[in-house]
């Protein structure tokens, strides 16, 4: 297999600075079909709190990415609710760590209460194969498999040439929109190696940890982010198996000169959320909401501009 590239594309602008626009928001892409997850899943994480924004934490406060900002909120079969003017409050990042002051996470609030239950954040990170579920609002997966040979013309130049089947590498395109959910596990963590994982797309760096889209071995519903999912929910169930939001989905990283990067998701691409336990006590304390008290508490997809960084990837 040839030695690729990854591309971190922040849900909606490159290295090269594409910017696409919150309002086209595209794509959980699922394994292996993503007709059956238009609804809650049996064991609801929060689908009603995920919005084409962001996702409601309660009080009235909406949790998203700086790079999607405050606007109109659209809830799927609950409503559409304006934002309070003057709100919008960016987050800062831990200090003494060596990274940018703030983060690529705003909140702000609405004008009305939309009538949801209030989510619990994670007070810490979650760990190297962590079970996750993806709730968001944007494009769907195409249904066939897509397949590309690659073929190296300069060590940074690489042509892919779509292929009938067994190609070097696979994945799926995206159409559409609908609010979708998705499974996958934690890859890497804010602890790795003893230091923050940290990845910055032009925003200000985001504690952060991943996953990696398996088609072949991956979870059941496995997902992957793409151009627009930039503000969709992770969640994942605390130690006594209650459900927690634990990130929010920023960026996803592509392969070098990969087809219409962040349009498909290929076997090996990555997605990137925001380890919402390093900026938990700023949340809570903006918010004013309470520990969740036998309430629901809690992937793909909100976006809007947001650069690419070069990431090596060996496949």
């Known amino acids: 297999m040839k030695n690729l590239f990854r591309s971190l594309l922040l849900a909606s602008i490159a290295f090269v600075l594409i910017y696409v626009p919150a309002s086209t928001s595209l794509a959980i892409v699922i394994v292996p079909s993503g007709s059956g997850n238009a609804v809650a899943p049996t064991d609801d994480p929060g689908w009603l709190n995920v919005a084409n924004r962001g996702v409601y934490i309660g009080n009235r406060w909406m949790l998203s990415v700086e790079h999607v900002g405050a606007g109109q909120t659209v809830f799927q079969d609950v409503g559409t609710f304006e934002y309070e003017a003057g709100t919008e409050i960016r987050l800062a990042n831990p200090t003494g760590v060596g990274i940018s002051l703030v983060t690529d ?23 190297v194969g962590t079970d996750v579920t993806m709730i968001a609002d944007g494009g769907l997966r195409d249904g066939n498999l897509v397949n590309w040979d690659v073929t190296e013309v300069t060590p940074t130049d690489w042509v892919w040439t779509q292929v009938a089947s067994s190609g070097d590498y696979s994945g799926y395109n995206s159409f559409g929109t609908g609010k979708r959910w998705a499974t996958n596990v934690v890859s890497t963590t804010t602890n790795e190696d003893s230091s923050l994982n940290e990845v910055n797309s032009g925003y200000g760096d985001v504690v952060s940890f991943s996953t990696i889209f398996d088609i072949t071995g991956g979870t059941t519903n496995e997902g992957q982010a793409a151009i627009g999912d930039s503000g969709g929910a992770m969640f994942a169930k605390d130690a006594f198996g209650a459900w927690q939001l634990t990130g929010l989905i920023h960026a996803v990283s592509t392969y070098e000169d990969q087809p219409l990067p962040g349009l498909t998701a290929l076997e090996g691409n990555a997605t990137y959320s925001a380890d919402l336990s390093a900026y938990s006590s700023q949340i809570v304390a903006i918010s004013a909401v309470p520990e969740p008290t036998g309430a629901v508490s809690i992937f793909l997809l909100v976006g809007c501009a947001t650069p690419i960084v070069r990431l090596r990837r060996r496949p």
């Open 105 to 127: 996470l705003v909140m702000y609030r609405l004008q009305t209460d939309p009538g949801l239950p209030s989510l619990k954040i994670a007070p810490t990170g979650p760990t």
